[in-house]
């Protein structure tokens, strides 16, 4: 036996089917019988792919079935013979696919007729390409886009100082029961009297059970005091207490015990300690009161704010697949937490009488109800409020198909007149971003004096600005309140021109 061959032989040169004589033995002498007999052999391939598996058709040969492993059968062509080697006895086998085969009767096989059914145009196989390219396309830009979003949303967090930390909240809500105990202050009354520091004379308290109670020096620098840092020792202790108490009864409730380490709960409570010390100055200064209400309204509203910037934000990349990629850049820029719309629960704040207030809420949203007074910002243009009532009306639509028996979100309202925002936009120089002239209403901007906004001109790369939003795209309240806006423009306009009129008389 010779040595089986280490390669394919060369092309023959009658066909690209490669089917040449074995180095062994005479040519096969030619078949006789009828000529007119026809069969069919299927080459099979593994792989998904129908054109891997094409149907050969040979004419002039017998009804003779050929060998089962012809044309890339599994295994060897000839039982008990290794693949590649040469055929024994000098039969006159072909090579194929690496194989001696035994050969076809009549001398091999005509020029193989591929059945169509089974493969693909040269056409449908560009189609099949283009496909492709486009979902690999559309997965990239899917990926972007939500890179994209969750770098504004990080940036414009992180700048304003709102970035979410890890709040805990099982660790939180135990630590602060446990504090609330050991001042003996009512759980989950939030008015109630925080204790005085103790005297110079005064014994420490203890509770009917035996339990001390701690009266920190809340006009002292906190936790700086021997009794403040007692509380927090005797606090975080009492947590620790309650969680493995929960835990034993319910191990999947509670805080898992890898959390509970000292550095944590001293951070978290020191943190509390510090809050309940703000109550109680406000519990005992009318000045310290009135800062504190303060505060907690700009947290209030700022935090309202943010999070209408947000869910807009989360809404661009449906908005720039309803409108185009050319047609809507730059509109990231334009959604700034300082731009959005107020929303206050009650008069606070505005110019309007509690009387007129009133009879203005109880119209919009019906007496005794709650709601949220929307104090529109003049100075925005009819382009910026309609991109923002678009991706507004995007996270509403989201919400309706998320909970389709509605949901309990606060009604807002259109505010009255006078209590609307007429002041100009905060100007953010030092982040490089200013209101464009297409941002600000030209008619706002010389009423008030502020026309300079309107030399900022527009990045040219910003077509946002050419994009007009139809108002089928929009709801009737969205639509409404634009109305709403281009009545106050145009009323607070008259009332210029009839101040600068009596001014010349």
């Not at 066909?15 to 074995?22: I, L, Q, S, V």
């Not at 109630?192 to 014994?203: E, I, K, R, T, Y």
């Not at 700086?224 to 319910?250: P, V």
Request: neutral net charge; glycine residues 6%.
């Amino acid at each position: 036996m010779s040595n089986p061959p280490t390669g394919p032989p060369a092309p023959n040169p009658s066909g690209p089917w490669n089917f040449t004589p074995g180095p062994q033995g005479p040519p096969a002498a030619p078949a006789t019988g009828p000529p007119t007999t026809q069969y069919t052999i299927t080459q099979h391939h593994p792989g998904p792919i129908p054109q891997a598996n094409p149907t050969y058709t040979s004419h002039n040969a017998t009804a003779q079935a050929p060998h089962p492993m012809a044309f890339g059968g599994h295994g060897p062509a000839i039982p008990g013979h290794y693949p590649g080697a040469p055929p024994p006895g000098g039969l006159p086998y072909a090579y194929y696919g690496g194989q001696y085969m035994p050969p076809l009767p009549n001398g091999g096989p005509a020029p193989p007729v591929i059945d169509p059914a089974l493969t693909r145009s040269a056409h449908e196989e560009e189609l099949v390409k283009t496909v492709e390219a486009l979902q690999a396309e559309t997965r990239e830009l899917h990926t972007l886009y939500k890179a994209q979003e969750e770098h504004l949303i990080a940036q414009e967090t992180s700048r304003q100082g709102e970035a979410d930390s890890d709040r805990n909240t099982v660790l939180q809500a135990n630590l602060r029961k446990a504090m609330r105990n050991l001042l003996m202050v009512p759980e989950g009354d939030r008015l109630a009297p925080l204790p005085h520091p103790l005297g110079p004379n005064d014994l420490p308290r203890v509770s009917p059970d035996g339990v001390r109670i701690y009266n920190p020096n809340w006009n002292r620098d906190l936790p700086d005091d021997k009794e403040s840092r007692d509380f927090l020792k005797a606090a975080i202790e009492l947590t620790i207490h309650i969680i493995l108490t929960t835990l034993q009864d319910n191990p999947t409730a509670g805080e898992p015990l890898a959390a509970l380490t000292n550095k944590r709960m001293s951070k978290i409570a020191k943190t509390y300690l510090k809050s309940l010390k703000i109550v109680y100055k406000s519990q005992n200064s009318p000045t310290a009161h009135s800062k504190v209400v303060s505060r907690n309204t700009r947290q209030k509203l700022r935090g309202r704010k943010t999070q209408v910037a947000k869910k807009m934000r989360r809404q661009i990349p449906a908005f720039r697949a309803a409108y185009g990629e050319e047609e809507t850049v730059g509109v990231d820029e334009l959604v700034l937490t300082d731009w959005i719309s107020s929303e206050y629960s009650d008069n606070e704040g505005g110019a309007a009488t509690q009387e007129d207030f009133d009879t203005h809420r109880n119209a919009a949203i019906g007496i005794g109800n709650e709601g949220w007074e929307v104090r529109r910002m003049a100075w925005k243009s009819k382009a910026l409020r309609r991109i923002y009532l678009r991706l507004q009306k995007g996270h509403r639509d989201q919400l309706k198909l998320k909970h389709k028996k509605g949901n309990n979100s606060t009604p807002r309202y259109t505010c009255i007149d006078a209590n609307s925002n007429d002041r100009a936009p905060k100007l953010a120089a030092n982040r490089g971003i200013l209101p464009y002239v297409s941002c600000v209403s030209a008619r706002w901007a010389r009423r008030t004096g502020n026309s300079g906004l309107l030399l900022v001109q527009d990045p040219p790369s910003f077509t946002i600005f050419k994009l007009e939003i139809p108002d089928e795209d929009l709801d009737a309240v969205d639509l409404a309140y634009e109305a709403d806006c281009e009545r106050y423009e145009k009323k607070m306009n008259l009332e210029e021109e009839s101040e600068d009129d009596a001014e010349l008389d």
